[in-house]
T-cell receptor, first 117, second 110 residues
Framework: GEDVEQSLFLSVREGDSSVINCTYT??????LYWYKQEPGAGLQLLTY?????DMKQDQRLTVLLNKKDKHLSLRIADTQTGDSAIYFC?????????????????FGKGTKLSVKP | NAGVTQTPKFQVLKTGQSMTLQCAQD?????MYWYRQDPGMGLRLIYY???????DKGEVPNGYNVSRLNKREFSLRLESAAPSQTSVYFC?????????FGQGTRLTVV
């Protein structure tokens, strides 16, 4: 079955870059997503990348996709204390009962990012 | 979170009670989803609706029912709540690569 793996914890100092890594098993992924969840809050969509792209940059966020190795990363430049949260990687997989035209998000268990002042 | 509204935000139920969680989106997406989030388990799909008038079971459908009332609204019903259904529930709307979530419903069953 599909699987999305992330390391559980990451600790960085304020001002440093953070790199959160994710691996997935599904070779037919179409989109891959990064979400941020603060304590007691919902899932905030940070960015997503289409599977035919290698990189996407959006202000302080850079997403790198290595489709051959099924590896996705999220780099946060100049990490701030407000970036402390849990970050989820999610893989959008087409569902066979709809011929792949409809999909489901398969989530990793999340990486807790702690930013030390 | 853009365009996905969930109600209520919090709920406490007694075992055996029923309730309906409401979700509405204004992005004209065809696909809507209900997930539950439990510590150490990540998010798991309960039910989804690929379009108005269709619903399908996800990974953990037991104890739940859903209704896709129209394109905008997708509700989740617990007919007879059990303590194992204590969780945070998220509704999601997906279309054209975008996948947005509601703010969540924190449900406690005692």
């Amino acid at each position: 079955g599909e699987d999305v793996e992330q390391s559980l914890f990451l600790s960085v100092r304020e001002g440093d870059s953070s790199v959160i890594n994710c691996t997935y098993t599904d070779s037919s992924s179409t989109y891959l997503y990064w979400y941020k969840q603060e304590p007691g809050a919902g899932l905030q969509l940070l960015t997503y990348i289409f599977s035919n792209m290698d990189m996407k940059q959006d202000q302080r966020l850079t997403v790198l996709l290595n489709k051959k190795d099924k590896h996705l990363s999220l780099r946060i430049a100049d990490t701030q204390t407000g970036d402390s949260a849990i970050y989820f990687c999610a893989d959008y997989k087409g569902m066979m009962n709809y011929g792949g035209s409809q999909g489901n998000l398969i989530f990793g268990k999340g990486t807790k990012l702690s930013v030390k002042p | 979170n853009a365009g996905v509204t969930q109600t209520p935000k919090f709920q406490v139920l007694k075992t055996g009670q029923s309730m309906t969680l409401q979700c509405a989106q204004d992005m004209n997406h065809n696909s809507m989803y209900w997930y539950r989030q439990d510590p150490g388990m990540g998010l798991r799909l309960i039910y989804y609706s690929a379009s108005e008038g269709t619903t399908d079971k996800g990974e953990v459908p037991n104890g739940y029912n859903v209704s896709r009332l129209n394109k905008r609204e997708f509700s989740l019903r617990l007919e007879s709540a059990a303590p194992s259904q204590t969780s945070v529930y998220f509704c999601a709307s997906i279309g054209e690569g975008e996948a947005f979530f509601g703010q969540g419903t924190r449900l406690t069953v005692v």
